[in-house]
């Protein structure tokens, strides 16, 4: 049985947060969305997720500070950050790996092997806890 | 005439001459290339000394037609200087060859016996032909000056007669001033060159204007004379040649003068070592028998107005040109006619003295200096100024023996004979010169028999009896014959009696000349070295390329050596030039001064030194420091064809491997710009698939929503539905703007070409967008000239363009009140579009690329509405139109894009 989560999705592509809110709402998981990097930071300060779905390319600050602004911090860097990117070249899933990303995932993404993805994660931390 | 005007005459037209030769030794660095040849060509007229200003009317006048067989002569021989001339010019250039005794010597093993006897010949032939000169110079003088009294020159008193002496010594200086200025004899005398040129005008104008005077101011033109003349049955001989008139006289004044043309000393020197270029050599061919031609004209009709009019029947019919204007008063005239043939006269002694000159001192004096050891040290010890003083001194001993020739014996002498008697003597060079060219046996041994015996004939047939007629000798050697053997009779030699003196004289020359240089050739052998040269010379321009390197000598010396017996010559700097220049030609290392010597370094100091001291000096001097082995005909053939090869191989190579290099270069541009095309072909497809990816994503998460979860209520179901669809139309969208963007950039897009109503195509694409405008709250204003220019282009295209900017600012002006101008201006021959908003603006460091592909991309992590092709478009069909796109900050905030377009210029 999956633990009830907070999981924050951030990406500036309204259609896609929507279609991913969805999904995740219907996993059981608890839903925050940020529109863009700087939203993201606000979130994450505000709710204390244990997840984040991140896009790459946003407006503003874009997914790989997001990413640095959590794992750098030893407040938030437990937290599991998923990149979900159009980005596909190899060099850009290596940064976000060494940036210490928890797992990449190329769009357009199958929502079946997105909540798979994300309870396995969830099932791993649990037993690394315990 | 008053004598001190004369003398002023006389002396300031030396002077003139010395400006001349001044200002062309002065602008000779200067290339003026278009004067050269005809300079050239009237050096040429050298020629024609005062035995063609005077002699030729005292000739015409006696025999007729006979003056103008020294002008047909070179006239007939001058297309074939083509193959002789230029052989010349080639071999002296190659071999820095400076005199015609030079050329002999160097031909025949530059062996030093043959130089010194062609100098002796030239030297004995010529000087009294220099005498003839001064004595035109002063019977001319003493006319002036005298007339009526006197004009016989031996009753002059002696002060008067020292003007010819002042000249002499004037004529001295000015050719110690310009014929040795250089140590280099085969470099040019500029001035001394031009100052003949000049002298060539002058002569030539003053004898037509002598002409002129004489034909059109005495008589009334050539008709005039001619039938007066021919009324009287005593001139009627100057029309035809007589009956009793020798032919083959004639005919050997043709022969004889052919080759005196290219042998005298003088022509030798203007035409040959004094030559540029040997292209100048095309237009004296035909410009120099032209000046014959022109000089010519008048002189059978002055010869005949002399017989016709009464003048001083006491002076020589030599100089009725002179005489003429001088008894019908005309003064003027008659100074210009004296002064053409003191220009003529004096020509001849400059150029004849500066080729003796070198010959006396190149082949006689410092050969003999070089044998006598104490005098060789000094000599080495001071070159530059030893060989300049030992020219000088040539050049004061020749004009002294001339003058002194003049004073003692030319008084009984005609112009004419004398000249025939130096041409004869030149003529013995002949069957050396020019069998030597081309005849490869020829060899020293048949060139000295040839010469030495030809001139011992001409001396004894022409110059004995010379000597006779002056009283020096017994007249009893005219009937007797020498010795009294009645076979040496120097008329009729061997008992020849069926020509006249000149006739007799070349036939007996010429024909033993050649009779044993053949022989003498053909039954002696000749030595390594007169192979070598012979090679050399008859195929010139096979060697010309290799030349410098053709090694005739195998011997060892010093580097060091070598480089302190040219500085000795050359000086230091000319010296390191000239070596830096040799050893980059052939990469010889030449700073390890220890080493020995390349031979080829021998061999092009030898060479160089030639120019200075002549060919046989130089090889006696080289000779004398260098241990020498002998080395073969073959051997050298060998090291030439070699050198030629390397040269033409190391060209071929050169022009080789400069292809390959463009090749390559082309090749690696090729390549760049390939790869280059691909990078960019890349990032575009990497683009494309981002772009495509994002609205994919949201497409394919919905309908797997919408798949699985077949629960969902009406309402969100619309919604995800009415997602998809505009995820899909973003698709569909991004697929036709890369379409059409690969369509204008392939250049695959059909563009109209039609007349365009800017305000109305703004005005539509505005009204179109009018609804959006309004709800999104903004206010639109325009601006239009008046009258708008034509403009031709593609109505849809800049419809799109319009369209998008207007768009795009409709997209970024600000959220509450938002403004937008349209302003359309003509600025020189554009019309400019401006569509302003008033939104965030753009940085600056964006500016320069928001209209590339894909800019938000790649930004990498930027990302705005929009495919992000949209301002690629409108730059790529703007471009198209010839106009410019751009963006700037609008006044307050905000951005202004623009665009413009040419005006009525069709595509």
């Known amino acids: 049985m999956s633990v009830a989560r907070k999981v924050l999705i951030v990406d500036d592509d309204p259609a896609i947060v929507m279609s991913v809110e969805f999904l995740l709402r219907k996993a059981g998981f608890e839903v925050f969305i940020a529109l863009s990097g700087t939203e993201a930071m606000v979130k994450i300060k505000e709710h204390q997720p244990e997840l984040i779905l991140l896009d790459i390319m946003m407006p503003d600050v874009n997914g790989y500070e997001v990413c640095d602004f959590v794992k750098q911090s030893e407040a938030y860097k437990h937290i599991k950050v998923i990149f979900i990117s159009a980005k596909s070249k190899d060099e850009d899933i290596k940064l976000a790996y060494s940036k210490g990303a928890d797992l990449f995932i190329i769009k357009p993404f199958s929502t079946r092997r997105l909540i798979e993805k994300i309870t396995a994660l969830n099932k791993e931390d649990y037993k690394t806890i315990n | ?907």
């Open chain 2, 1 to 907: 005439m008053n004598t001190l005007l004369v003398v002023i005459f006389s002396f300031g037209y030396l002077l003139l001459l010395f400006g001349v030769a001044y200002w062309a030794e002065k602008k000779s660095n200067q290339n003026n290339n278009t004067l050269k040849p005809y300079v050239y060509a009237l050096s040429m007229a050298v020629y024609c000394t005062a035995w063609t200003f005077y002699g030729s009317i005292g000739r015409a006048a006696d025999f007729g037609p006979d003056f103008l067989a020294i002008y047909i002569g070179p006239t007939i021989a001058a297309p074939l200087w083509f193959l002789i001339l230029r052989k010349m010019i080639r071999i002296c250039k190659a071999q820095r060859i400076t005199s015609i005794a030079d050329f002999i010597s160097a031909r025949y093993g530059k062996n030093t016996s043959l130089g010194t006897l062609a100098t002796i010949v030239c030297v004995l032939g010529v000087i009294p032909y220099i005498s003839l000169q001064i004595k035109a110079i002063a019977t001319t003088f003493a006319f002036l000056v005298n007339h009526p009294q006197q004009t016989s020159l031996s009753s002059n008193i002696s002060l008067l007669s020292n003007i010819p002496f002042w000249i002499t010594v004037l004529l001295a200086v000015f050719i110690i001033i310009f014929g040795t200025r250089k140590v280099d004899s085969t470099e040019r005398h500029e001035g001394m060159v031009t100052a003949v040129a000049f002298e060539s005008i002058v002569k030539l104008v003053a004898f037509l204007v002598g002409g002129i005077f004489v034909v059109f101011f005495l008589f009334n033109g050539f008709d005039d004379i001619f039938s007066r003349a021919a009324a009287i049955p005593a001139l009627q001989k100057s029309f035809t040649f007589d009956a009793s008139y020798n032919y083959t006289d004639w005919l050997v004044m043709c022969i004889l003068s052919m080759f005196a043309v290219l042998l005298l000393p003088r022509q030798f020197q203007v035409a040959v070592v004094e030559n540029v270029d040997e292209k100048h050599l095309y237009k004296a061919i035909w410009l120099f028998p032209l000046y014959l031609l022109i000089i010519n004209v008048f002189v059978l009709p002055i010869a005949l107005a002399g017989q016709l009019l009464p003048i001083s029947s006491n002076f020589e019919a030599d100089f009725s040109i002179l005489s003429l204007p001088f008894v019908y008063h005309h003064q003027g005239i008659t100074l210009l006619i004296y002064l053409g043939g003191f220009s003529a006269a004096t020509g001849m002694i400059i150029v004849e003295t500066i080729a003796l000159s070198t010959m006396l001192s190149n082949n006689l004096l410092i050969p003999l200096i070089l044998k006598v050891a104490p005098f060789k040290k000094i000599f080495i010890h001071k070159v530059e100024r030893s060989i300049k003083n030992i020219r000088r001194l040539s050049i004061i001993l020749i004009l002294l023996l001339a003058y002194a020739y003049f004073a003692e014996i030319a008084e009984s002498y005609s112009l004419v004979s004398t000249g025939l008697i130096s041409f004869a003597a030149v003529a013995q060079f002949a069957p050396a010169v020019i069998g030597g060219m081309f005849w490869s046996r020829a060899n020293k041994n048949g060139a000295l028999l040839g010469i030495i015996s030809g001139f011992i004939i001409w001396f004894f047939t022409l110059i004995i009896p010379a000597i006779i007629g002056a009283g020096l000798l017994p007249k009893e050697i005219l009937s007797e014959g020498l010795f009294g053997l009645g076979l040496l009779k120097p008329n009729q030699l061997f008992g020849l009696s069926a020509f006249t003196p000149l006739t007799h004289a070349f036939f007996w020359s010429m024909f033993i000349n050649v009779l044993l240089y053949v022989l003498g050739s053909l039954y002696t052998k000749s030595t390594n070295q007169e192979e070598i040269q012979a090679e050399l010379f008859i195929n010139v321009s096979k060697y010309r390329v290799a030349y410098e390197t053709s090694v005739n000598r195998t011997g060892q010396i010093k580097i060091k050596e070598i480089k302190s017996l040219m500085e000795q010559f050359l000086g230091q700097e000319k010296t390191k030039q000239l070596l830096t220049h040799f050893s980059r030609r052939y990469q010889l290392n030449l700073l390890q001064e220890d080493a020995n010597a390349d031979q080829r370094l021998i061999t092009y100091a030898e060479k160089i030194l030639s120019g200075v001291i002549g060919s046989a000096s130089s090889r006696i001097l080289i000779e004398s420091i260098v241990k020498e082995e002998e080395i073969s005909l073959n051997e050298v053939v060998e090291i030439l064809k070699e050198s030629q090869q390397f040269i033409s191989l190391n060209k071929e190579l050169q022009q080789k491997s400069e292809q390959l290099k463009k090749a390559s270069d082309a090749l690696e541009l090729a390549n760049m710009q390939m790869k280059e095309a691909e990078i960019i072909k890349d990032d575009f497809l990497y683009s494309i698939t981002h772009e495509l990816r994002t609205p994919l994503t949201s497409i394919r998460a919905f309908s797997e929503i919408l798949y699985d979860n077949p629960e969902i209520d009406t309402l969100q179901r619309q919604q995800f539905l009415a997602t998809m669809i505009k995820e899909i139309e973003r698709l569909s969208r991004l697929i036709t703007q890369v379409l059409d963007l690969e369509k204008l950039e392939s250049g695959k897009q059909n563009i109209q070409h039609q007349e365009i109503a800017i305000k109305k195509l703004v005005e539509d694409v505005l009204h179109a967008l009018s609804q959006l405008m309004k709800d999104k709250n903004i206010t639109l204003s325009t601006s239009f000239p008046e009258h708008l220019p034509v403009v031709y282009g593609d109505q849809d295209l800049l419809s799109r363009v319009v369209n998008n900017l207007v768009s795009n600012a409709i997209k970024y002006c600000s959220k509450k009140d938002g403004e937008i101008k349209v302003m359309v201006l003509e600025n020189e021959g554009f019309i400019k579009i401006n569509i302003t908003d008033n939104g965030e603006g753009i940085p600056d460091k964006d500016k320069n690329y928001v209209f590339n592909k894909f800019y938000q991309t790649e930004n990498q992590t930027k990302k705005a509405e929009g495919s992000g092709l949209g301002l690629a478009i409108c730059k790529k069909i703007v471009e198209l139109h010839q106009g410019e796109i751009g963006v700037v900050d609008a006044e307050k905030s905000g951005t202004c894009f623009y665009f413009t377009l040419p005006v009525a210029k069709k595509l």
